[in-house]
């Protein structure tokens, strides 16, 4: 069974940064469209960032200038680097692993921001 495992949440005051991690035993990483998405309570799971196979990024407009999604080929990881939290960035962060072989998600990890 593939797994992703995502890893790096936690509790963070307003203005602080996080950096969550995706990695995965089974997947070549640098092979698929990567992507990270949250669900806040209550709320429908957003898109909060991707990046291609081949590097291109994209961000939803709440994010963008404070988040950064990358990879590490040697690593086979990926990130997402979060600054200037806010308590609307609060959820549960899903990595996801997307190509013509397959949708993969992992479980989730939990990102509060509050005081």
């Known amino acids: 069974q593939v797994q992703l495992v995502e890893s790096g949440g936690g509790l963070v005051q307003p203005g602080g940064s996080l950096r969550l991690s995706c990695a995965s035993s089974?997947?070549?990483?640098?092979?698929?469209?990567m992507a990270w998405y949250r669900q806040a309570p209550g709320k429908q799971r957003e898109l909060v960032a991707t990046?291609?196979?081949?590097?291109?990024?994209n961000y939803a407009d709440s994010v963008k200038g404070r988040f950064t999604i990358s990879r590490d080929n040697a690593k086979n990881t990926v990130y997402l680097e979060m600054n200037s939290l806010k308590s609307e960035d609060t959820g549960i962060y899903y990595c996801n692993a997307r190509s013509d072989w397959g949708d993969y998600w992992g479980q989730g990890t939990q990102v509060t921001v509050s005081s």
């Open positions: 990046r291609t196979s081949g590097g291109i990024t």
């Open positions: 089974r997947l070549t990483f640098r092979l698929y469209n």
